[in-house]
C-alpha cells in the first residue's frame, strides 16, 4: 500500500480528504477479543465506495460526531491480504462488504438478525465502518480498508470481469438496495401492491424500485426536490410534490382513486420537513403521514434513519429522538411497524443475482455517478444540496466513467 487516503469530516458543513494509517488486521479498540489481531480479516484495496445520506447527517453536524470522523460504510473492494484464519476467499476476490458488522457468532447473528451484533461495537449492539457510536472502526471512502470476520461478512462476486461489468450496480449491495428492499419487503409490498414511498433520496429511489421488483402495480413517490421527483418519474414511478398545500390523502386519491395505499415505507428520517409552501424541519411528519395513508391493518416500513442524539434537533425532545408520533393513529389501524438497521446479509445475495440477471437496473434508477475520491468534497456539497445522484467514489481508477 502506497498510502490510505480517506475522507473524513472536519466540521459542520466541511469533509476533507486526508492521510490515514494503512488498515491493519487488527480490532478497533474497545471490540472484545482475545487479543488485537483479527486474523478473520481481510484487507481490501477499494474500487467503489459510495456517499450516503447517512453519512450526510454526520457531514451538517446533527449526530455527535468528532472532528476526525472517518467517513465510508458503502464498500466494494479486492482482497488484497488475508489474515490466517479466513478460509474461504482468496487474494484477487472481488466482493461487497455489508456496511453493517457482524461477527456471524452471537445470537442476534445466528438469527439472522446481523445488523445489531452483541460483538463488534462496546456501546450498544450493531456496528458500520465510519460511523459515529458504531464501534470505532475506520470508514471505507478510502483507498483501502480493513473487513472484519471475512468468510461471514463479504459477499463474493462469482465472476470478477461480469462484475466490473456491473460495478456501478453492484456497489449498491453495501447498504442502498437491501435498504431500500428491505423497507418495500417489510412493508409487505408484493404482486399487485399500491405503494407510497416518502423521499426521493438515494434509498427511496432503491426502495421504489425494489417494490417494482417485488410486483407492485403503482409506486407513488413522494418529496419536496423537483430534480429527485423527475428521477422517480424516469424509471416509471407516480410522484407527488409535497411543496404544495394539497393534502397528501387527496394527492394520493387522484392517483388511485382512494386516499390509502397497501403498504408505506419512510425513507427521509430524523431530518423530515413538514409538507406545504416554506415549511420547516418537523421530524415527526413523514412517520404520522405515512399512518395516515396506510390501509388498515397494513404495515409501515422504516429504513430511514432516526437517532437518539441529534444536537441540531428542533427542541429538546429531537435532540434525544423523542417525536410527537401519532402512536394512537397507529394503534387504531392495527399498523405493523418495521424500523433499524437493514441486516443486509438477508438480502444481498439475492439481489446481486438479480442485478447479475438484468432484472434490475438499480444504478440507472439511483443515477449512480462515478467521482475520483479527490473530488468527494463537491459530491458532499453537491449531495446536501439535493442533488438527484449517488455518488460512487473511485479511489483507484478501476471503474470505466
Not at 69 to 98: A, M, R, W, Y
Request: with cysteine.
Amino acid at each position: 500500500m502506497a498510502g490510505n487516503r480517506c475522507v473524513v469530516y472536519v466540521e459542520p458543513g466541511k469533509v476533507s480528504v486526508e492521510n490515514i494509517a494503512d488498515p491493519k488486521l487488527e480490532l478497533p479498540a474497545g471490540v472484545p477479543g482475545r487479543n488485537r489481531k483479527c486474523e478473520n480479516g481481510v484487507i481490501l484495496r477499494i474500487v467503489a465506495t459510495n456517499i450516503c445520506g447517512s453519512d450526510q447527517h454526520m457531514v451538517r453536524g446533527r449526530t455527535t460526531a468528532p472532528k476526525g470522523q472517518t467517513l465510508g460504510h458503502e464498500i466494494t473492494g479486492e482482497i488484497i491480504e488475508l489474515g490466517s484464519d479466513v478460509e474461504f476467499l482468496q487474494k484477487g476476490d472481488l466482493v461487497s462488504v455489508p456496511f453493517n458488522i457482524a461477527c456471524g457468532r452471537c445470537r442476534m447473528c445466528k438469527a439472522g438478525h446481523t445488523g445489531v451484533c452483541l460483538n463488534v461495537n462496546p456501546a450498544r449492539p450493531g456496528a458500520a465502518y465510519g460511523y459515529v457510536d458504531m464501534g470505532g472502526w475506520v470508514g471505507g471512502q478510502a483507498d483501502y480498508v480493513m473487513v472484519p470476520y471475512a468468510d461471514w461478512n463479504v459477499l463474493k462476486f462469482p465472476d470478477k470481469a461480469q462484475a466490473m461489468e456491473k460495478i456501478k450496480d453492484l456497489t449498491m449491495l453495501s447498504d442502498i438496495f437491501p435498504t431500500g428492499y428491505h423497507g418495500a419487503f417489510t412493508a409487505g409490498v408484493t404482486t399487485g401492491s399500491t405503494v407510497y414511498v416518502a423521499g426521493a433520496g438515494p434509498v427511496g429511489l432503491a426502495c421504489a424500485a425494489s417494490a417494482q421488483l417485488l410486483g407492485a402495480a403503482v409506486v407513488i413517490v413522494g418529496d419536496m426536490n423537483p430534480e429527485r421527483l423527475q428521477q422517480a418519474r424516469s424509471f416509471g414511478c407516480e410522484t407527488v410534490d409535497l411543496r404544495t398545500d394539497a393534502e397528501l390523502p387527496d394527492m394520493i386519491e387522484q392517483i388511485l382513486g382512494e386516499p390509502v395505499v397497501d403498504a408505506a415505507v419512510d425513507c427521509v428520517g430524523f431530518e423530515a420537513r413538514g409538507h406545504g409552501a416554506g415549511a420547516g424541519e418537523a421530524p415527526a411528519t413523514v412517520l404520522n403521514s405515512v399512518m395516515g395513508i396506510t390501509q388498515v391493518a397494513g404495515r409501515v416500513g422504516i429504513p430511514g434513519l432516526y437517532v437518539t442524539g441529534d444536537p441540531g434537533g428542533i427542541d429538546e425532545n429531537a435532540k434525544i429522538g423523542q417525536l410527537g408520533i401519532r402512536i394512537g393513529l397507529g394503534w387504531a389501524k392495527s399498523l405493523t411497524f418495521t424500523t433499524g438497521q437493514c441486516p443486509v446479509m438477508r438480502y444481498h445475495r439475492q439481489l446481486m443475482m438479480a442485478i447479475l440477471n438484468d432484472k434490475v437496473q438499480i444504478a440507472k434508477a439511483v443515477n449512480a455517478t462515478v467521482i475520483s475520491l479527490e473530488e468527494a468534497p463537491k459530491g458532499y456539497q453537491d449531495f446536501d444540496k439535493g442533488a438527484a445522484k449517488k455518488f460512487v467514489l473511485n479511489p483507484h481508477s478501476m471503474i470505466a466513467v
